[in-house]
T-cell receptor
Framework: QQQVKQSPQSLIVQKGGISIINCAYE??????FPWYQQFPGKGPALLIA?????SEKKEGRFTISFNKSAKQFSLHIMDSQPGDSATYFC??????????????FGKGTKLSVIP | NAGVMQNPRHLVRRRGQEARLRCSPV?????VYWYRQLPEEGLKFMVY????????ESGMPKERFSAEFPKEGPSILRIQQVVRGDSAAYFC??????????????FGEGSWLTVV
């Protein structure tokens, strides 16, 4: 059972445009929602994260919008640049017991920003 | 994050052999997670360890897989009698304490296992 659904699978955006990636979750016990950026051959790196008591968080060109009632959250990348081309993963976490905050990941979105 | 060191970066094993993947966490971190990433898939949790203790192994396959994080030395993910379906990227992550929301978890660059 996939607990975090991510779309689209791939995305092509013109330089300077807005990239939007959406995620939906099922488990209402999730209490922290990070986004990770992964370049080919590298490990995921934390980009930005949000808690469910906040509807929006912005860090530079990256914004998370969170809709708790709809159990959805999205990543917006403003003024997208070719250097943003990477795979983006949404994730969710909760204490699954014994202090284990394992991350549940979406399947990823491959973003290509073209000049 | 360069602070989490994984080796080998690439490993080729024949079916039936054993694979050992090592992870040295960021200096001072005592909590380690292992995740597996299949092609075109997101990462999936395998196991969470603290020094000398397995805290949560709910994502580990019941057979052939084991993990340890000894008092001294790196964490090791061991896969016995590998099969083609074990081909994946295995990522280690570390944190200074529990991965509670707000505590950044740092991922290594992964170990790519290919079973032929």
């Amino acid at each position: 059972q996939q607990q975090v659904k991510q779309s689209p699978q791939s995305l092509i955006v013109q330089k300077g445009g807005i990239s939007i990636i959406n995620c939906a979750y099922e488990n209402t016990a999730f209490d922290y929602f990070p986004w990770y950026q992964q370049f080919p051959g590298k490990g995921p790196a934390l980009l930005i994260a949000i808690r469910p008591d906040v509807s929006e968080k912005k860090e530079g060109r990256f914004t998370i919008s969170f809709n708790k009632s709809a159990k959805q959250f999205s990543l917006h990348i403003m003024d997208s640049q070719p250097g943003d081309s990477a795979t983006y993963f949404c994730a969710a976490t909760m204490d699954s017991g014994a202090g284990s905050y394992q991350l549940t990941f979406g399947k990823g979105t491959k973003l290509s920003v073209i000049p | 994050n360069a602070g989490v060191m994984q080796n080998p970066r690439h490993l080729v094993r024949r079916r039936g052999q054993e694979a050992r993947l090592r992870c040295s966490p960021v200096k001072g971190h005592s909590h380690v997670y292992w995740y597996r990433q299949l092609p075109e898939e997101g990462l999936k949790f395998m196991v969470y360890l603290q020094k000398e203790n397995i805290i949560d192994e709910s994502g580990m396959p019941k057979e052939r897989f084991s993990a340890e994080f000894p008092k001294e030395g790196p964490s090791i993910l061991r896969i016995q009698q590998v099969v083609r379906g074990d081909s994946a990227a295995y990522f280690c992550a570390s944190s200074p304490n529990t991965g509670q929301p707000g505590n950044t978890i740092y991922f290594g660059e992964g170990s790519w296992l290919t079973v032929v």
